[in-house]
C-alpha cells in the first residue's frame, strides 16, 4: 500500500508498536493469544526483526575431538547433543565402519549409549 492509499483508507487501522505508524488490519500477522487477534508489530518490521536477529546469532564452534580416543570422542559427541551417526562421524572423523563398531561395543556391551526409537538419535544412558 503507497503513501496515497495508506490517506486515503478510511476501515480499521492500528498502530504498530515498533514503527509507531498506523496501518491498516491487513499489515498485521495473526497472533490468537492477543486480544484483538493481531501481532503488536507489522509484518514489514517482524522481517526487520528475523533480520536482525539472524545476523546476531553466534555461530556454533566446531568441536575439536581428534585428540581424544575414539570411544571417548563418541561419547563426548553423544552427550553435547549430536546423537546420529552421520554427525559423530562429521564431528569426531572415525570412519565408518570403526564408529559403528564402536558405536555397538558401546550401547550393547557396556550399556553407555541407548538408542532412543523415537528420535532415532543415540542418547547417554543415565
Known amino acids: 500500500m503507497n503513501d496515497f492509499e495508506l490517506f486515503m483508507y478510511e476501515g480499521p487501522t492500528k498502530r504498530c508498536s515498533r514503527c509507531h505508524e498506523d496501518l ?3 499489515a498485521f500477522g495473526v497472533d490468537r493469544e492477543r486480544k484483538d487477534g493481531k501481532n503488536m508489530y ?4 517482524i522481517c526487520i526483526k528475523a533480520r536482525s ?3 546476531k546469532k ?3 564452534k566446531p568441536m575439536t575431538l581428534s585428540r581424544l580416543s575414539p570411544r571417548t570422542a563418541i561419547i563426548t559427541a553423544v552427550r553435547n547433543g549430536f546423537g546420529d551417526r552421520r554427525d559423530i562421524q562429521q564431528i569426531t572423523g572415525i570412519h565408518w565402519e570403526e564408529l559403528c563398531d564402536l558405536i555397538a561395543e558401546l550401547s550393547l556391551d557396556e550399556g553407555i549409549l541407548k538408542f532412543n526409537r523415537v528420535t532415532r538419535k543415540f542418547e547417554a544412558a543415565a
Open 24 to 26: 491498516p488490519l491487513e
Open 53 to 55: 536477529r539472524k545476523r
Open 42 to 45: 507489522c509484518k514489514p518490521c
Open 58 to 60: 553466534p555461530k556454533r
